[in-house]
């Protein structure tokens, strides 16, 4: 084979790769933005509703969140053993149709001004998204070089908070404009879905990595079992500890200045939304820095 064959061939390889991995990165943004300006839409309408005795209010903040992250707990595993026995492209779209009826129960509960309806439309997009998430991380091996994987990881966290920015305005903002008719909103956000539809279209096709896997129907004991595994090495361990203490604390320092901006700045939902977004950017920027820097030790080591 001559040795411009050989550079088609190797130019052909990158340009799939790269066609692959911005089909990932796109879908993964609108995924993010999606949920984002849902949960945000949806505590805005919570955090404005009359109710009398203050607590209640809070009580009901907590639980519309605690109905979002429930799920990552319960359905997490079912997410990754369907990344395991199916293409996790099939997954992937099959959770993005999936968000098409979810976000329609969101647009009647929006369009009806249900409180109920919205409710549970959160929490089955927080069982879509736990089901989403194990595909969008699995992929990017199977379609990434080795030596990129740090950068892709870096990217795809970048545009994930990105996404979180931009959707955390949006739910905000969203509310603010269309408070006494939150079915528009609803609407839109429905488009956006049908966007992610249309983009999660174009991912690769990738094969199965494990045809045989076993369903596990208790989560628990999955979860427990994955625990097990990870604390067996060290260094994933201390990893995986270190990521959830963040997300705890960005969590609760995202609630506390959407508090801060509505009760003691009074400057509105939308403007308090640029607040929580400015948590956002820095940890975008932090992700990418992250990823190149690691990127770096990698290849020298």
């Given at each position: 084979?001559?040795a411009?064959?050989?550079?088609?061939s190797?130019?052909?390889?990158?340009?799939?790769w790269?066609?692959g991995?911005?089909?990932v990165?796109?879908?993964?943004?609108?995924?993010?933005?999606?949920d984002?300006a849902?949960?945000?839409?949806v505590?805005?309408?919570?955090?404005?509703?009359a109710?009398?005795?203050?607590?209640?209010?809070?009580y009901?903040k907590?639980?519309?969140?605690?109905?979002f992250?429930?799920p990552?707990?319960?359905?997490?595993?079912?997410g990754?053993?369907l990344a395991?026995?199916?293409?996790?492209?099939?997954v992937?779209?099959?959770?993005?149709?999936a968000?098409?009826?979810v976000?329609?129960?969101?647009?009647?509960?929006?369009?009806m001004?249900?409180?109920?309806?919205?409710?549970?439309a959160?929490?089955?997009?927080?069982i879509q998204s736990?089901?989403?998430?194990?595909?969008?991380?699995?992929m990017?091996?199977?379609?990434l070089?080795?030596r990129?994987?740090?950068?892709?990881n870096?990217?795809?966290?970048?545009?994930?908070?990105?996404?979180?920015?931009g959707g955390?305005?949006?739910?905000?903002t969203?509310?603010?404009k269309?408070?006494?008719?939150?079915?528009?909103?609803?609407?839109i956000?429905?488009?956006v879905?049908?966007?992610g539809?249309?983009?999660a279209?174009?991912?690769p096709h990738?094969?199965?990595?494990?045809?045989t896997k076993?369903?596990?129907?208790?989560?628990?004991a999955?979860?427990?079992?994955?625990l097990?595994?990870?604390?067996?090495?060290r260094?994933?361990?201390l990893a995986?500890?270190?990521?959830?203490?963040?997300?705890?604390l960005a969590?609760?320092?995202?609630?506390?200045v959407n508090?801060y901006g509505?009760?003691?700045?009074?400057v509105?939902?939308?403007?308090?939304g640029?607040?929580?977004?400015?948590?956002?950017?820095?940890i975008?920027?932090?992700?990418l820095?992250?990823?190149?820097?690691?990127?770096k030790?990698?290849?020298?080591d």
């Amino acid at each position: 084979m001559s040795a411009q064959a050989i550079d088609m061939s190797v130019d052909a390889k990158d340009n799939r790769w790269r066609r692959g991995f911005w089909s990932v990165w796109a879908t993964q943004f609108q995924e993010s933005f999606s949920d984002l300006a849902y949960r945000w839409l949806v505590l805005s309408f919570v955090t404005q509703m009359a109710v009398d005795a203050e607590s209640a209010r809070e009580y009901l903040k907590a639980f519309a969140g605690l109905l979002f992250a429930a799920p990552f707990v319960l359905f997490s595993p079912t997410g990754g053993f369907l990344a395991d026995r199916f293409s996790k492209r099939s997954v992937i779209l099959g959770t993005k149709f999936a968000e098409v009826l979810v976000m329609g129960v969101a647009l009647a509960g929006l369009a009806m001004g249900s409180l109920p309806i919205m409710l549970l439309a959160l929490f089955l997009r927080g069982i879509q998204s736990s089901c989403y998430s194990p595909s969008k991380f699995g992929m990017l091996p199977e379609i990434l070089p080795e030596r990129l994987l740090s950068w892709g990881n870096g990217v795809i966290e970048l545009g994930s908070f990105m996404a979180i920015i931009g959707g955390t305005v949006a739910g905000t903002t969203l509310y603010s404009k269309f408070s006494d008719q939150l079915g528009y909103a609803g609407l839109i956000l429905f488009a956006v879905t049908l966007v992610g539809v249309a983009v999660a279209s174009t991912l690769p096709h990738v094969p199965a990595a494990a045809t045989t896997k076993p369903l596990r129907i208790n989560p628990f004991a999955e979860l427990s079992e994955e625990l097990k595994s990870i604390r067996k090495d060290r260094t994933l361990f201390l990893a995986v500890l270190g990521v959830t203490y963040f997300f705890m604390l960005a969590t609760l320092l995202q609630l506390a200045v959407n508090d801060y901006g509505l009760s003691v700045l009074n400057v509105g939902t939308d403007r308090t939304g640029y607040l929580v977004a400015a948590i956002g950017i820095g940890i975008g920027l932090g992700s990418l820095a992250a990823g190149y820097l690691s990127a770096k030790r990698s290849n020298m080591d």
